[in-house]
């Protein structure tokens, strides 16, 4: 998603400045895992299916043998960006990671929709503690975490707001539907918001303009990042911006995590929406993070 044409309308805000130094790298960031013969890190292939449509889903499988902590990781609108360096990198760090696509969107059956993604980033975290597939894939149910990047972070606060056994939570330059809706108001916010929609559809099946502006402005209350972000509450929460992406949406509404969870942690990165010159860092911070919530022998 990139809209940071709206929130130069009034949303952006100084620079936070680069890192001085350059941090010691996690292991699992750039280094294989010694291999593991009798339990091999692996990766499937399946559909979870969802009321009106499915999810075109691969679980990235930990090595080692016993249960593992689990990511589920949800990519932005439309999802060029799939993150999946940051899957492998877990995965090193001994993480199962589930990646999806939206019904609707790239390949997966059914109709695209802001409310569709919000429900399919919730099934995907009851998917992952059905006891059939916890067993399967030797999760450790005590212990996932949702990440997710651009619009994806505002599917997994809102399900980790709804689900109160998720254990982390790690957003990537997330959108604030709100915040959008505040910069249609002006003719410039309204035609930056047409050509970011105009520019994401084409792998998204039936999506249109004025259906998914109609979600975020008929219902605030559930569009509300910053209001998603004060009802998940006490639990481990890092929003990691981006100063030439939406870094000012994860500012506004850190103040509302903040007020609820003093313990959030923010960031915000000189580097575009996508971390283009920074996947090494943001990797290495997501890994971090994760072993925060859940140490793992690597």
Same mark, same amino acid.
């Given at each position: 998603?990139?809209?940071?044409?709206?929130?130069?309308?009034?949303?952006?805000?100084?620079?936070?400045?680069?890192?001085?130094?350059?941090?010691?790298?996690?292991?699992?960031?750039?280094?294989?895992?010694?291999?593991?013969?009798?339990?091999?890190?692996? !990766?499937?292939?399946?559909? &979870?299916?969802?009321?009106?449509?499915?999810?075109?889903?691969? !679980?990235?499988?930990? @090595?080692?043998?016993?249960?593992?902590?689990?990511?589920?990781?949800?990519?932005?609108?439309?999802?060029? *960006?799939?993150? %999946?360096? %940051?899957?492998?990198?877990?995965?090193?760090?001994?993480?199962?990671? $589930?990646?999806?696509?939206?019904?609707?969107?790239?390949?997966?059956?059914?109709?695209? #929709?802001?409310?569709?993604? #919000?429900?399919?980033?919730?099934?995907?975290?009851?998917?992952?503690?059905?006891?059939?597939?916890?067993?399967?894939?030797? &999760?450790?149910?005590?212990?996932?975490?949702?990440?997710?990047? #651009?619009?994806?972070?505002?599917?997994?606060?809102?399900?980790?707001?709804?689900?109160?056994?998720?254990?982390?939570?790690?957003?990537?330059?997330?959108?604030?539907?709100?915040?959008?809706?505040?910069? %249609?108001?002006?003719?410039?916010?309204?035609?930056?918001?047409?050509? *970011?929609?105009? +520019?994401?559809?084409?792998? $998204?099946?039936?999506?249109?303009? *004025?259906?998914?502006?109609?979600? &975020?402005? +008929?219902?605030?209350?559930?569009?509300?990042?910053?209001?998603?972000?004060?009802?998940?509450?006490?639990?481990?929460?890092? &929003?990691?911006?981006?100063?030439?992406?939406?870094?000012? !949406?994860?500012?506004?509404?850190?103040?509302? @995590?903040?007020?609820?969870?003093?313990?959030?942690? %923010?960031?915000?990165?000189?580097?575009?929406?996508?971390? #283009?010159?920074?996947?090494?860092? $943001?990797?290495?911070? $997501?890994?971090?993070?994760?072993?925060?919530?859940?140490?793992?022998?690597?």
């Amino acid at each position: 998603m990139r809209i940071a044409g709206i929130l130069s309308l009034g949303l952006m805000s100084c620079a936070t400045p680069a890192m001085a130094k350059a941090p010691v790298v996690h292991p699992a960031v750039i280094a294989d895992p010694r291999p593991d013969a009798a339990h091999p890190a692996g !990766m499937s292939a399946f559909v &979870i299916p969802v009321e009106g449509g499915a999810l075109n889903a691969v !679980m990235y499988t930990a @090595a080692g043998a016993g249960i593992h902590p689990t990511l589920l990781l949800l990519h932005g609108f439309p999802g060029n *960006e799939q993150n %999946l360096d %940051l899957a492998q990198a877990a995965r090193r760090a001994g993480w199962n990671v $589930l990646t999806l696509h939206y019904r609707g969107s790239w390949g997966s059956p059914g109709t695209f #929709s802001f409310n569709g993604a #919000s429900n399919d980033a919730f099934a995907a975290l009851q998917f992952l503690q059905q006891p059939s597939i916890a067993n399967a894939y030797h &999760i450790d149910t005590s212990a996932i975490v949702v990440a997710g990047h #651009s619009m994806g972070g505002f599917m997994a606060a809102d399900a980790a707001a709804a689900e109160p056994r998720v254990a982390g939570l790690f957003l990537i330059d997330p959108w604030d539907p709100a915040q959008t809706v505040a910069a %249609l108001a002006s003719p410039q916010g309204e035609a930056a918001w047409k050509a *970011e929609v105009a +520019s994401d559809l084409p792998p $998204l099946h039936g999506a249109t303009y *004025e259906g998914l502006t109609g979600e &975020i402005t +008929s219902d605030g209350q559930k569009f509300d990042l910053g209001r998603k972000l004060a009802g998940y509450g006490r639990r481990p929460l890092t &929003i990691i911006g981006a100063e030439r992406g939406i870094g000012a !949406m994860a500012r506004k509404v850190t103040a509302d @995590a903040q007020a609820a969870n003093p313990d959030t942690r %923010l960031m915000v990165w000189p580097t575009d929406h996508s971390f #283009s010159d920074s996947r090494i860092a $943001l990797a290495d911070a $997501l890994v971090r993070f994760l072993a925060g919530v859940a140490p793992t022998m690597r």
